[in-house]
């Protein structure tokens, strides 16, 4: 039984003539009759009367053409999910994130690539960058967002772009010494308790940080996972917070943002995949970051899954 026996039937059922429902399939009547006869053989059961008035199901037939609309409609569906699948319009797409990404980068990113393609299933994890590269290339990801390109073993088969830089700025409560000041100096920050992101989780911004910073300072720092707990601790008075200028966007009225002079840039923000994914939905997402982040199309160029 082939799918062109069900719209054999289903087409004699509609125009209760052999003749017209041979027109309507494209096929001559002899043919029809014969197909229609050995899928009754097939089935074992009559499916059709034909009488001088016309050719109606029987009991059997109505219950065979019941389901065979449901199949039919069944493969048609299964047709059409498959295009939309290879075009990248449904799926998954995991994503592992950085806190400070959620600052700018990602609200408009997100936002375009939920309304261009609203039936993708987003799975989203903020995460350090040592741990969604670690993620990435265990299969757990499908694109990492961190501070600085994935390092270690494996990351030779991932394609990263930056997709975002930025400078450091300090950030204290309103009760420190440095609020109300535009900027501060490096050299200032030497004897301030430091509030920054552990080594193993950001090594890309410490390393950074211990090139222009006093090492010391760093070493008594106390550890903050994301820019968030960083603007909370700096609001309780635990110290100096340092963090990318973008954290502007989510400063809390208890705190104060200064410029660390001279200007310290950070690592760029970085967006990392598998270099032999071939996902379309993956593709979709680096053809929207193309055209949402200036820049990064001619990064990305050549590269479409």
Known sequence: MEARHLRYALALAEHRHFGRAAAAVGIAQPPLSKQIAALEREIG???????????????????????????LAEMAGAALDAGRAARGE???LRLGFIGSALLELLPPLLGRFGREHPDVRLRLHEMSTARSAAALLDGELDVAIGRGAPRGAGA???????????????????????????SVRAEQLRDQQLVVAPADQEPALCTALREVLDPAALDRAVEARDVHTILG????????????????????????ICE??????????VMSFRGADRSPVLAEF????????????????GRRC
């Open 156 to 182: 030779e088969d991932l394609t990263s772009v930056t997709v975002g830089t930025d400078r450091l700025v300090a950030v204290v409560g309103t009760g420190h010494p440095y609020a109300g000041q535009r």
């Open 260 to 269: 660390v002079r001279p200007r310290i840039d950070l690592p760029e923000l």
């Open 90 to 92: 449904t799926g998954r």
């Open 45 to 71: 059961a009559r499916l059709f009367d034909r009488t001088p008035g016309g050719v109606f199901p029987t009991a059997a037939g109505e219950a065979f053409l019941e389901r065979a609309r449901a199949a």
């Open 233 to 256: 601790l700096a609001a309780c008075g635990i110290g100096v917070g340092l963090a990318p200028a973008c954290l502007r966007v989510a400063a809390r009225p208890d705190t104060w």
């Open 286 to 301: 680096l053809d929207t970051t193309r055209r949402q982040c200036p820049g990064v199309s001619a990064r990305l160029a």
